[in-house]
């Protein structure tokens, strides 16, 4: 059988030009957007004017040094883990950063995971559900690390999970073989789908470029980071089916109705560009216009603008965004994995990074009070970037 790789293409950010803004029509709360069109004035935002920040110092000790990959993050816990596949799960407390428990269940047996793919947490039943993409299995422990239950997902590759509600997870299949509905709502209790959701297209599309090898057997393959469901405020979320060119909302009701459309038509393009949302707040939306285009040989494509639409202007712009806890303008990047229906987003600060900004005296605020309690040997701090209640 042939071996496939696949390689993570990271976007950068590329701000340049300035016109009139004419691409953005609204009909009601449906945003169009022509990805032909991507010259827009520049807007400056300060982050904390339109989201509340967190800062999490995770405690460093002998068992709890880590690289502070967060892979849940509750009202009351957030859990990490390290990049390398050494299966360690960390349970921090949220409020205080004080580290509570380490779990490891790697192995080979039916209990444990050969991958940590990903992690979904469910505070109320004291639950944490790790995703193994390797086994296509997900399997359920408790909080204690105590090993529940697990089930399989033989016909899917779940990458994106979110928790939906108490019985259901909500999830993307990026399955390669997958042709048909990509999301649905599948069971806490055994993987069963109960419900499937339905976005209309006429041919399946998708951002992934191969290239297969035959001499050694082995298909190679590039994406950019692209993020198909995104949690927003009231247990709704934004599905972005990629072959359709309507980017839909989903309710906690099972309701769906469009958020965003695009034109040309997805159908009519080639090469293909899409729009890939990243972080949707109550005025603003995020996203990126990428165009499908890579080289293996020299590693480089997928060129990319990224966008901000405001609905309060009804315009489009190019943006930049400052974290006001630096006294210089320290850029934050708003095309990060989305977390929950609470944190937009996360970013991990390294502590040499932290330690030397509070020697030159450029922190300010909460971030300020916690860098002058680390050295460089601290774990990461946690940077929780919340929508506004």
Known sequence: MGKINLSLVVFLFVITGCKENKQAIVNDDLITVDVMTTDYPIKELVLQDFMDVEYIALETNDDFINQGFVQAIGRK?????????????????????????????????????????????????????????????????NLDGKYKRSFKFPNAMYKKIYNFDKQNLICYNSSSNNQGQSFAIISKQDGGITQEIQIPFEEKKTILITLRDEAKNTTYGAAPSTYPIIPVPNNNWILVEPSSDTIYSYSSEYEMKPFLTRVPSIQSMNPEVFVCPSVVTDR??????????????????????????????????????????????????????????????YHKIEPYGLVDSYKKGELKGKLKEIAATLDEDSNPVIMLVKHKQ
């Open 77 to 141: 816990i957030i859990v990490v883990k390290n990049g390398i596949n050494d299966g360690d799960i960390f349970i921090y407390r949220r409020t205080t950063g004080e580290a509570i428990r380490k779990i490891n269940h790697k192995g080979q047996g039916s209990e444990e995971y050969v991958y940590i793919s990903g992690i979904v947490l469910d505070e109320d039943k004291h639950e944490m559900f790790v995703t193994d993409n390797v086994t296509r299995r997900m399997l359920v422990y």
């Open 284 to 345: 603003y939306c995020f996203m990126g216009i990428v165009k499908k285009e890579y080289s293996f040989s020299t590693g480089k494509g997928f060129p990319s603008t990224y966008l901000m639409y405001d609905r309060q202007e009804k315009k489009i712009f190019r943006y930049t965004v400052h974290n006001n806890d630096y006294s210089y303008k320290n850029i934050v990047n708003m095309v990060l994995s989305p977390q929950n229906n609470e944190v937009a987003f």
